[in-house]
């Protein structure tokens, strides 16, 4: 059994702005993985996602930590309790649903992580 965190639990700042607190903190505490929330939707402070991609990439390697999935969240917009909520049933919020999911496999993919949405 291996042991994973969800990064952003330790909120936004860190989790975008010094993800590397994460990975000491979660290396420190004998975690094997961690569990990582790309920037989109309400999340990310302005970060891309390539340099999210790279950042990412780097820190799992220099602390030997495995990403154990990426959470997919993708803000209000999407949140079906929000009155800003997007309904999939309209085939221009549907096919963005579709191309978000694509970019975020490609991301798990390149960080030979799992997928959770």
Not at 96 to 109: G, N, P, R, W, Y
Request: hydrophobic residues 30%; charged residues 30%.
């Amino acid at each position: 059994m291996k042991y994973s965190y969800f990064q952003l639990t330790f909120g936004q700042e860190e989790t975008y702005l010094e993800p590397e607190k994460s990975y000491k903190r979660l290396k420190k505490y004998s975690y094997d993985a961690i569990e990582l929330c790309p920037p989109k939707g309400r999340y990310g402070l302005g970060i891309s996602l390539k340099d999210f991609l790279r950042t990412h990439l780097e820190l799992k390697d220099r602390y030997g930590l495995e990403v154990s999935c990426l959470n997919e969240c993708w803000g209000e917009m999407w949140d079906p309790f929000s009155p800003r909520y997007k309904t999939l049933t309209r085939p221009e919020t549907a096919d963005l649903a579709v191309s978000e999911t694509k970019i975020t496999i490609d991301l798990a993919s390149e960080l030979k992580a799992l997928l959770s949405l």
